[in-house]
């Protein structure tokens, strides 16, 4: 079993409507956790992080964190076509920690 | 601010040789880690310094080392370079050690390919 897992996709979503990408991880001790926004060619950037349960909101994007789901998620609102990418999601074992493990990514198309 | 600076941007080596690739974080982040990207296995970490010292090492072999200077800026180094070493390294930078801040920021990579 991979340590974060993702969805590959290609994930194709209209303009306008909202994205949701998931995430999931195996170690429960996984503290923080992340979303990085890459584009083709391009090093990753990142987007949002989370480090409690519930939700995070930032502008357009919201991340939602179920540590007892081990489970973590990014929408996407209003998607815009500048949004295709992939995204990659990363978490940390522990605070301190600076070992980020990632999934492989799941590749967003916005259709205008 | 500027950010995360990695040079050179791209190189090419032959089977065999050695690289030095070098990383300058953030002004006023402590903490350097190192990543290769591959299409095969993704972002893979490969180690970390903070404050000179190496805090944490990923599943690599002996050929890859690195090293942190007083300044924080850090350097990577591959020796006998095998085609597999394709890649992009990445490098990231953190503002120092502890809870709840843990956001790491990459620099825009340095592209290696082995002929």
């Known amino acids: 079993q991979k340590e974060v897992e993702q969805n590959s996709g290609p994930l194709s979503v209209p303009e306008g409507a909202i994205a949701s990408l998931n995430c999931t991880y195996s170690?429960?001790?996984?503290?923080?956790f992340f979303w990085y926004r890459q584009y083709s060619g391009k090093s990753p950037e990142l987007i949002m992080f989370?480090?409690?349960?519930g939700d995070k909101e930032d502008g357009r994007f919201t991340a939602q964190l179920n540590k007892a789901s081990q489970y973590v998620s990014l929408l996407i609102r209003d998607s815009q076509p500048s949004d295709s990418a992939t995204y990659l999601c990363?978490?940390?074992?522990?605070?301190?920690?600076?070992?980020?493990?990632f999934g492989t990514g799941t590749r967003l198309t916005i259709i205008p | 601010k500027a950010g995360v600076t990695q040079t050179p941007r791209y190189l090419i080596k032959t089977r065999g040789q050695q690289v030095t690739l070098s990383c300058s974080p953030i002004?006023?982040?402590?903490?350097v880690s190192w990543y290769q990207q591959t299409p095969g296995q993704g972002l893979q970490f490969l180690f970390e310094?903070?404050?000179?010292?190496?805090?944490n090492k990923g599943n690599f072999p002996g050929r890859f080392s690195g090293r942190q200077f007083s300044n924080s800026r850090s350097e990577m180094n591959v020796s006998t370079l095998e085609l597999g070493d394709s890649a992009l390294y990445l490098c990231?930078?953190?503002?120092?050690?502890?809870?709840?801040?843990?956001?790491?920021?990459f620099g825009p990579g340095t592209r290696l390919t082995v002929l």
């Open positions: 002004s006023g982040h402590r903490s």
């Open positions: 170690d429960r001790g996984s503290q923080s």
């Open positions: 989370i480090y409690s349960n």
């Open positions: 990231a930078s953190r503002r120092n050690s502890g809870a709840g801040d843990n956001e790491q920021f």
């Open positions: 310094y903070f404050s000179e010292t190496q805090r």
């Open positions: 990363a978490v940390t074992t522990n605070f301190g920690n600076e070992k980020l493990t």
